[in-house]
């Protein structure tokens, strides 16, 4: 017997056939004029093997209770009742407190989780842990670690370049060029936060071009862009020179638009210095842009004058922003734009993110969502989110962040809801160092990902299809109601039960609660919410029964409209309300890895640098086609997607046979931080030294008790390097790293296997339980 249900994912609203208590089929929702193929990750998600099925302590804590250990993650683990875990865990959290403060809880708990915002696992841990006193926090994110402190500091915001952002329907109708850096990749735009039930861009650039709109963008991948295009594949990592030298063109030209500089933005005198080389003696022109890039010089001339001509807007992808000095990018993306004039202008100036998440394009919604109260945070410590092992590794000692000098505390406990550091964070070795010092990892899961693997306590939570709970995003017109479409699998509970529980046993179980169910909270915050519109929308049952309900939108906006039209009273929240291309501030922090003006700096891991000549291949750790992440790995498309079992990595095929590898065979890739297997994939579409793996296979060392292990199945974040963009920002640098890549021979075999066979994958394995 099966139910039909709908629901929703981060990448789209669907109808489910339900049976056994799991997903069978999924059809997306009607409405959807582009549905993602993620949505075939979910049948055989609820009941995999990978889940969670009751709570578990590693056995080595539960022996020698609290205190570093490097067992973590190659320890067993024994299986407890839910009154046991509240009972150990509740006193674990008052052991700490009391002897060490709550600056000792690590509770930034960074991931994305759940679609549905009230079981929102972030969310949850971060009220209940503000309850207990509080926690050391994290700020920004993985997505956007350089850009959301370089863009307030220079534009006044971040958030509004994607949340008010120029409408497709805009750049339809008005933009004559459309400028790309990074891409305008349609896989990345099945996505956002808190759920997406629309999927406009596809549509938006074919009628573009219908219109007669032109693409031009710069990636090392061809595939960034679907359909006709002009393609130019730098070197990756030298966006910023290109955009001198294009920059230095208009400026030499007289194609400058002296009067927006004037007026719209400050210091573009300083910046012209830097420009023209009048202080250094380097010009960044076009000649000098093509020094660095491998582009032709005459094609970046010819661009800029093309630029100049007509409509323009100018697009950076956040890929940019994920590798050192990532603050540089968005900065002169915006720095080009302004030199256009064309800020304000529908069709034109500046653009953050097209082809990176279903979000820039889309009309905001007119007014904000139904949220959860957090109440504050009585403890004040934070670090940058990309920082954790920094922190972990290095307590008390200072660094720089954003102009302050800050000092890493000394954490004792982890608490994890939500999120998968295995995933996210680099150089995965140092992260399992990082990971051995505290006294309790703590997290809370529906899967035994690798993180789940490295915990103490492991709290086997519910997904999202196994309660009651609905969507929000700002960029959505649709709130989604998301009804459990089965009963949650095994022993496992919804993250706000384990909390409510904990709370209790800890004195504040009334305050965390605040009487109601989980179900009373929908209703709670449903009603609350619609109370303070301005417009009347249903009752609770109304809405629920109906499954959706539509909310105002602000249709055809674009970015800086306002601005443009009136500097003064719609100044922006910089120093001087206008655009900084110098920031006095900046300039001030004096730091060497970030100037007062865009510039710029060699990257350590790029092709043109040193170390190429050992590891002579530049990956591209991007975001993955099949899945959302980690999350789902063991579903339908993302296992399609593997070759010989593991993550495909994509080369040219002239890599591919330098190195004796062909179609299907699996090679090492590795560098002096580690290494993994991966899938041989040879595609002409890739720039030559460039390979690409995208992030999000499970990570599998074969030997679980070695940090150092080669990881089988592919997992990039063995590779990359664990440093910030600079002293501004210490965003995550991920996206990019240089490697080597061979033949894979499993060498000396004491086991007795087969010298031409390869380690068997066992991410999606759960451990040893008793
Ligand atoms: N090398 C490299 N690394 C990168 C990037 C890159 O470009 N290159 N990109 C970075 C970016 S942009 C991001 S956003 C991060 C993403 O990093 P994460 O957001 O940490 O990755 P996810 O796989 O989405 O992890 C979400 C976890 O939440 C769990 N989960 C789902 N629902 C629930 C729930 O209801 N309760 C609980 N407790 N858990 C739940 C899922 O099972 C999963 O393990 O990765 C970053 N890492
Ligand atoms: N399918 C899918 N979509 C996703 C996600 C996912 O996991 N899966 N994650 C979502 C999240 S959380 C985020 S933050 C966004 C991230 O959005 P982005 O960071 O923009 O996404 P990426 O796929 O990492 O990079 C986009 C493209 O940039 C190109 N690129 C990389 N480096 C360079 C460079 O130096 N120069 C140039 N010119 N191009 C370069 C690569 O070819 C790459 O394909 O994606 C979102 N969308
Ligand atoms: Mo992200």
């Known amino acids: 017997m099966s139910v039909s249900r709908s629901s929703l994912a981060h990448w789209g609203a669907f109808t489910a056939e339900v049976a056994d208590g799991n997903?069978?089929?999924?059809?997306?929702?009607a409405g959807d004029a582009d549905p993602s193929p993620l949505l075939g990750n979910l049948p055989g998600s609820l009941r995999h093997r990978a889940r969670i099925a009751g709570p578990a302590v590693r056995a080595g804590w539960l022996r020698d209770g609290p205190g570093p250990s490097d067992r973590r993650g190659a320890d067993e683990f024994v299986a407890v009742s839910w009154p046991e875990?509240?009972?150990?865990?509740?006193?674990?959290?008052?052991?700490?407190?009391?002897?060490h403060g709550n600056e000792a809880i690590y509770g930034g708990s960074y991931g994305w989780a759940s679609a549905g915002?009230?079981?929102?696992?972030?969310?949850?841990?971060?009220r209940f842990l503000k309850l207990l006193g509080g926690y050391t926090s994290s700020r920004h994110s993985y997505s956007l670690g350089a850009t959301g402190v370089i863009m307030p500091r220079v534009v006044g915001t971040h958030d509004d370049l994607f949340k008010r952002s120029t409408a497709w329907d805009v750049i339809v109708e008005h933009t004559d060029l459309l400028v790309a850096f990074g891409g305008l990749a349609l896989k990345n735009t099945g996505i956002n936060h808190g759920g997406t039930t629309a999927h406009p861009a596809r549509a938006a650039l074919r009628a573009l071009r219908d219109r007669g709109g032109q693409i031009v963008s710069f990636s090392p991948l061809r595939e960034d862009v679907e359909g006709?295009?002009?393609?130019?594949?730098?070197?990756?990592?030298?966006?910023?020179?290109?955009?001198?030298?294009?920059?230095?063109?208009?400026?030499?030209?007289?194609?400058?638009?002296?009067?927006?500089?004037?007026?719209?933005?400050?210091?573009?005198?300083?910046?012209?210095?830097?420009?023209?080389?009048?202080?250094?003696?380097?010009?960044?022109?076009?000649?000098?842009?093509?020094?660095?890039?491998?582009?032709?010089?005459?094609?970046?001339?010819?661009?800029?004058?093309?630029?100049?001509?007509?409509?323009?807007?100018?697009?950076?992808?956040?890929?940019?922003?994920?590798?050192?000095?990532?603050?540089?990018?968005?900065?002169?993306?915006?720095?080009l734009a302004a030199m256009l004039g064309q800020i304000g202008v529908p069709g034109g100036g500046f653009g953050h993110g097209y082809g990176s998440m279903n979000e820039p394009g889309l009309a905001p919604l007119r007014h904000r969502l139904p949220v959860l109260p957090q109440g504050a945070n009585p403890v004040r410590?934070?670090?940058?989110?990309?920082?954790?092992?920094d922190m972990l590794l290095h307590p008390g000692e200072p660094f720089d962040y954003n102009g302050s000098r800050l000092t890493y505390p000394d954490i004792r406990l982890v608490y994890w809801a939500g999120g998968n550091p295995f995933h996210h964070h680099q150089n995965i070795p140092r992260l399992r160092r990082a990971l051995a010092r505290p006294d309790t990892i703590v997290v809370h899961d529906p899967y035994w990902t690798a993180m789940a693997k490295h915990a103490d306590i492991v709290v086997p939570s519910t997904t999202a299809y196994e309660r009651d709970d609905y969507s929000g995003s700002k960029n959505d017109p649709l709130l989604v109601a998301m009804p459990a479409l089965a009963a949650p699998y095994a022993q496992s509970r919804d993250d706000y039960t384990t909390f409510a529980d904990l709370a209790d046993r800890l004195g504040v179980g009334e305050q965390f609660t605040e009487g109601r169910s989980a179900r009373e909270w929908l209703v709670h915050l449903y009603q609350t919410w619609s109370a303070e519109l301005d417009f009347a929308v249903p009752d609770f049952d109304r809405f629920w029964a109906d499954g959706q309900l539509r909310l105002p939108t602000e249709p055809g906006l674009t970015l800086l409209a306002d601005f443009r039209a009136d500097p003064h009273t719609h100044a922006l929240h910089t120093p001087s309300g206008r655009i900084e291309i110098f920031s006095a501030d900046i300039d001030g922090f004096g730091y060497a890895d970030c100037a007062g003006h865009p510039a710029w700096f060699e990257p350590t891991e790029w092709l043109g640098g040193r170390r190429a000549a050992d590891y002579p291949l530049h990956l591209l750790a991007n975001q993955p086609t099949s899945r959302l992440h980690s999350q789902l790995d063991t579903g339908a498309v993302s296992q399609k997607s593997k070759v010989a079992g593991r993550e495909p990595i994509r080369m040219h095929p002239q890599d591919a046979s330098e190195r004796g590898l062909s179609d299907g065979d699996v090679a090492r890739v590795f560098n002096d931080r580690g290494a993994c297997l991966a899938g041989v994939v040879t595609d002409t579409g890739v720039r030559p030294r460039v390979v690409q793996l995208s992030t999000g296979a499970w990570y599998d060392p074969l030997d679980p008790a070695d940090p150092d292990s080669l990881c089988v199945h592919g997992n990039p974040n063995v590779l990359t390097e664990d440093v910030g963009t600079s002293s501004l920002a210490r965003g995550c640098t991920g996206?990019?790293?240089?490697?080597?890549?061979?033949?894979?021979?499993?060498?000396?075999?004491?086991?007795?296997?087969?010298?031409?066979?390869?380690?068997?994958?066992?991410?999606?394995?759960?451990p040893v339980i008793h």
């Open 381 to 389: 410590t934070f670090i940058p989110v990309a920082a954790v092992s």
């Open 228 to 335: 006709e295009y002009q393609w130019h594949a730098p070197v990756p990592g030298t966006d910023v020179a290109i955009m001198l030298g294009l920059a230095h063109v208009l400026a030499t030209e007289g194609l400058a638009d002296r009067a927006f500089l004037d007026e719209y933005c400050i210091g573009y005198p300083q910046f012209e210095r830097y420009l023209l080389g009048t202080d250094d003696g380097v010009p960044k022109s076009a000649q000098w842009a093509a020094g660095i890039s491998g582009l032709a010089a005459r094609d970046i001339t010819a661009l800029a004058r093309r630029m100049a001509a007509g409509r323009t807007l100018v697009t950076v992808s956040w890929s940019l922003q994920r590798i050192r000095h990532g603050e540089q990018a968005p900065w002169m993306g915006l720095t």
């Open 23 to 29: 997903i069978a089929t999924v059809t997306p929702a």
């Open 735 to 766: 996206a990019h790293v240089l490697v080597q890549v061979e033949r894979f021979v499993w060498g000396e075999r004491s086991d007795g296997a087969d010298p031409g066979s390869v380690p068997p994958v066992r991410a999606h394995e759960p």
């Open 85 to 99: 875990l509240t009972e150990l865990l509740a006193a674990e959290l008052r052991r700490v407190i009391d002897t």
């Open 117 to 126: 915002r009230f079981h929102h696992a972030q969310s949850q841990v971060h």
